[in-house]
């Protein structure tokens, strides 16, 4: 059997997907890029925004019909509007078999055995004390040389335009103990990169009694043999401890890369938002990280038009793109989410007003952006070699330790070997958009 799966919003849900076809493997369904020849669809979705959640009644649009010619098909949906909708969404969408929620994530091939027996669709969305499926290791890709890593799941910040807290229920931390058998496989696997994932990871451990801090756990996962270098995605500005700081100086495989989410340059917008932060101890918090990393690369995500956003209030965060310096940024326009509390709010912003705001944000960036790139040319960067480049023949494409995409042509006695996971010195020659151009160095 066959299965296919479609997967939208962040990489949260790109590792639970990579999870799901691991579960299916076992079952003896061998994933297929092609919707029309599966016997199992599921779409994995995202509730983020507006924007993604629609994709996912447009997707049902298209796949729901292939039931006339494969009645056998079954069709599944998870990940975060599953959980919003629960079981309403079977009701909303004939045609459709399961809605299993983000805690369901394991019990998925039963629920789809038993929606084969009964021929009856079947819904599933209660939130575990512990996620199911957490524990779940997908094999790693034989070709990849990083891997994600899930350390935690939930958040309870309840940002006041967030539905993350809501699709995703209370933060829950994994024992460090089973996060570190994970890297430990991955390492024997040929892994060489990890990035830790969790909504919001350096409250790590914090409500977990006997748990050790989220800077702790990257020592541990610094002594794993095999691994190169350590990433992690999200932190919260409000949590950025000390401790956390100091841990990039003093450990050499930390990456100096950092999403910091800043969401808005203004403390008026701040407080709304309730993201517990001013936009000066945001600041202090990147002088600090500079401090120990002069040349740490920080990328934000931003929020345009949240109510009540004054043309003012939009200029102090064009100002912080300014004085911090981001090479990217992901920016969206403020998107009601039901059940928030930002959605009660008053002075909702126009959609043309958030749509200029996000172009003029969007344009300052570029150019920012562009500057930054710019400046590495010339420099010498350690480049860990993730597979051939897309652009051609010969040319081999990886990542600084800052993050950045380089792209360098193969020195001629390693042209037709498989480099990736090796690291190269590569002096920087070319800026592009979005990506360097690179010479290997003796
Ligand atoms: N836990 C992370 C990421 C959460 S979701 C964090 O705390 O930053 C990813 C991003 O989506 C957020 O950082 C925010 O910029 C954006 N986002 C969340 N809700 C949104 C909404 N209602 N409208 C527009 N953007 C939103
Ligand atoms: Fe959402 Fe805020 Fe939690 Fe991030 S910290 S997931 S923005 S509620
Ligand atoms: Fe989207 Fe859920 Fe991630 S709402 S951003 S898929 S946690």
Redesign the pocket.
Known sequence: MKVYIETY??Q??VSDSGKIVHLFANQDYQPTSDSRSADLIIINT???REK?ELKLFSALGRYIPLKRQRPELVIAVG??VAQQWGKKLLERCPGLDIVFGTHQLDSLPQLVAGVRRSQKPASSTDFLACPGGLEVMARPDPKAVNAMVTIMQGCDNFCSYC??PY??GREYSRPSSAIIEEVRKLAEAGIKEVMLLG?NVNSYGLKAPGEISFAELLGMVHEVEGIERIRFTTSHPKDMSDELISAFATLPKLCPSLHLPLQAGSDAVLKRMGRGYTAAVYLENVEKLRQVMPDVALTTDIIVGFPGESEADFQQTLMMLEKVGYDQIYSFKYSARPGTRAADYEDMIPDEEKRDRLARCQALQNKISQTLLLAQVGKVSEVLVTGPSKRGEGEWSGRTPESRIVNFPAPVSISTKVVAGDIYRVKIVEAFKHSLKGEVVA
């Open positions: 919003g962040c949260m849900n995202c509730s983020v993604p990940g975060c539905i993350v699709v995703r909504q």
